[in-house]
């Protein structure tokens, strides 16, 4: 044989042995796709298989919680429960009492006082009021209107000016 045509022989045994190497390669790492040596995964997968067993995890350990988180939930309500029962109002503070008040006569209002005038006139005639209807502050001499709600920040007198009907708490 000659040298020219062994040379010829010998590159395509190499090339063929390279090519085998190549597809062997191409054929091992085909069988490990989307293994962990291999994290490749598809659209689909992520939608439906990986979904489904999250939400299912999930919904696990929401089902092994719930009975912890209600007696939690239980406890705190029942500790709120009793702090607004210690702090909540008798029913006699806010108890409202209708007074008349006869015209030219005074009526004293302690500080913290509030009253609702239901009829007739009235004139601030000691310290101020405070007209929460309206949000002014009336100081001696003004007028208080019907339907207007006020409260007293210090002690005050209102006199009628006319037959006076209040609501008073």
Do not use: W
Request: aromatic letters at 6%.
């Amino acid at each position: 044989m000659s040298k020219k045509k062994f040379a010829v022989k010998l590159i395509s045994a190499a090339c063929l042995v390279a090519l085998l190497c190549c597809f062997t390669i191409l054929a091992l790492s085909a069988g490990t796709a989307g293994t962990t040596s291999d994290p490749l995964v598809t659209l689909s997968y992520v939608n439906k298989t990986f979904r489904e067993s999250l939400l299912a995890e999930v919904q696990q350990r929401v089902n092994e919680s719930a009975p912890v988180t209600n007696q939690q939930i239980a406890a705190l309500a029942d500790s709120f429960a009793a702090q607004v029962g210690r702090t909540a109002p008798q029913a006699s503070e806010t108890a409202y009492s209708a007074v008349n008040v006869p015209e030219g006569e005074s009526y004293q209002l302690f500080a913290g006082q509030e009253f609702l005038v239901l009829s007739g006139g009235a004139k601030v005639s000691v310290n101020m009021l405070v007209d929460t209807t309206t949000g002014k502050s009336l100081a001696a001499g003004d007028a208080v209107a019907e339907n207007h709600f006020f409260t007293c920040p210090a002690d005050c007198q209102i006199r009628a000016d006319s037959a006076l009907r209040i609501l008073i708490k």
